[in-house]
């Protein structure tokens, strides 16, 4: 690889910021100890007194809760945390058996797959073709029997997701009724994240920060055949190298789960200038006017985004004023990201300082959306958002400004956690500056 340095251009390495506050963890996931922890949690929240059960469905809140990772699909997955603080009871295809089993496991209950034929299970020489089962039936007549549900003597439960109307007909028939949704307090513990989260995500953003150093260095060397899809894929294979030369050799199970690097959205030259392009990304990057690197890499689903635009000739001045108004946006929305303050409130801020620039009409988004493991998570930061702004909580950093019929546009993003006092903490030690993104 060329030397930036004997180009005539600063190391990029010499350039990154300080850490600001995050000290990287030195392990690649949460422990279990951690999700017993939160589960423990969510029950004194859901009932001080302990005597409510908690049915986990939803593919992260089962993530979170019991630190299984397991990928989901049209089949049922659900675990059962028990209000005396027990291991889950696990209600699982067969496909997962060898995951379910291994991890924080009290008891379970597996079907085959989906649809399943009553009474079949291939594995052990049963397979005949009959009339499919309700798998929401299966569930709740399941936990009926187990001595969970809604009448007197049982022991009664809520649910962390707002079930379906199948899935309520299913629970009428089998429970006698509806167990009530906790979705909110299950999402309202995950938006908010503990300083050991927060080293994960720091241990992610070390990875990331590589990764656009990588990508600066290789943008300055000014390949004439290189395309944005290529360097995309450049940049993921960089990435997941690191990672795993970092994490060893062990691919057992329960070992290196949520490592999720995403570059999608690199691109180059016009298509820059659409917020979300439908189009494919495949242009030779010497030939362009502009390239935006962006992407998501997380470590055990800790992580968020990373986005810089760089600038690859002299902008015209519409070009340079976007910029700088999108980069100063950014750190308007950083000082705006305050405890106590609502999600509309902040975007509010970011708005009229947009106006103020005079740059309104090429704003095509909000400025902000909560980052968590699934990706975007409450809050928004959004002028109809309600939600007061919690220390701990992790923000995305998209106050992009796009101008399709120019076929320029601007997009940083980061994370900022907000903290108990004053703005909020930037996650990665990228720049802002000209000298780091005008090349």
Request: hydrophobic share 40%; with cysteine; net charge negative.
């Amino acid at each position: 690889m060329c030397s930036t340095q004997g180009s005539g251009m600063t190391d990029s390495r010499s350039l990154l910021l300080e850490r600001e506050r995050y000290t990287p963890s030195e392990q690649f996931r949460l422990p279990l100890s951690w999700s017993q922890a939160k589960a423990a949690e969510l029950r004194a929240r859901i009932d001080p007194d302990g005597r409510t059960g908690v049915l986990l469905l939803d593919p992260w809140n089962i993530v979170a809760f019991t630190g299984l990772w397991a990928l989901t699909t049209e089949r049922l997955l659900a675990a059962y945390l028990p209000a005396d603080g027990s291991a889950p009871v696990w209600f699982y295809p067969w496909l997962d058996h060898e995951l379910v089993t291994t991890w924080w496991y009290g008891d379970g209950e597996c079907y085959f797959d989906v649809p399943d034929a009553a009474g079949q299970f291939p594995p052990r020489g049963v397979a005949v073709a009959g009339e499919p089962v309700d798998r929401w039936e299966w569930l709740f007549t399941h936990l009926a029997a187990r001595g969970h549900g809604l009448s007197a003597g049982s022991e009664p439960f809520v649910v962390d997701s707002e079930l379906s109307e199948a899935a309520r007909a299913a629970a009428s028939r089998a429970l006698g009724g509806v167990p009530r949704s906790a979705a909110s307090a299950a999402l309202a513990l995950r938006m908010v994240k503990d300083d050991e989260e927060l080293a994960v995500w720091a241990r992610a953003y070390e990875y990331f920060d590589d990764v656009h150093v990588h990508a600066r260095d290789r943008i300055l060397e000014r390949d004439p055949q290189l395309t944005d899809s290529r360097l995309r894929l450049d940049l993921a294979g960089f990435a997941l190298d690191r990672i795993m030369a970092d994490y060893g050799p062990d691919r057992s199970m329960h070992g290196p789960v949520g490592i999720n690097v995403d570059l999608g959205w690199v691109r180059a030259g016009a298509v820059t200038g659409f917020p979300h392009p439908n189009q494919v990304r495949h242009a030779i990057i010497a030939d362009q006017r502009t390239v935006q690197v962006s992407g998501i890499v997380q470590v055990g689903g800790c992580g968020g985004e990373l986005y810089r635009p760089y600038l690859l000739v002299p902008p015209t001045a519409h070009e340079a004023y976007l910029w700088s108004t999108a980069r100063d946006s950014c750190l308007v929305l950083k000082d705006a990201l305050r405890a106590g303050r609502t999600g509309g409130e902040v975007a509010q801020d970011v708005h009229a300082f947009q106006r103020e620039r005079g740059v309104e009409r090429f704003a095509a988004t909000r400025p902000s959306h909560g980052q968590g493991m699934e990706g975007h998570q409450p809050p928004y930061i959004s002028l109809g958002e309600r939600t007061e702004l919690r220390p701990g909580m992790c923000l995305s950093v998209e106050p992009g400004l796009y101008d399709p019929e120019g076929g320029f546009g601007v997009n940083f993003s980061d994370t900022f956690v907000v903290q108990a006092e004053g703005p909020a903490v930037q996650m990665s030690r990228l720049p802002w500056s000209e000298e780091w993104a005008w090349l």
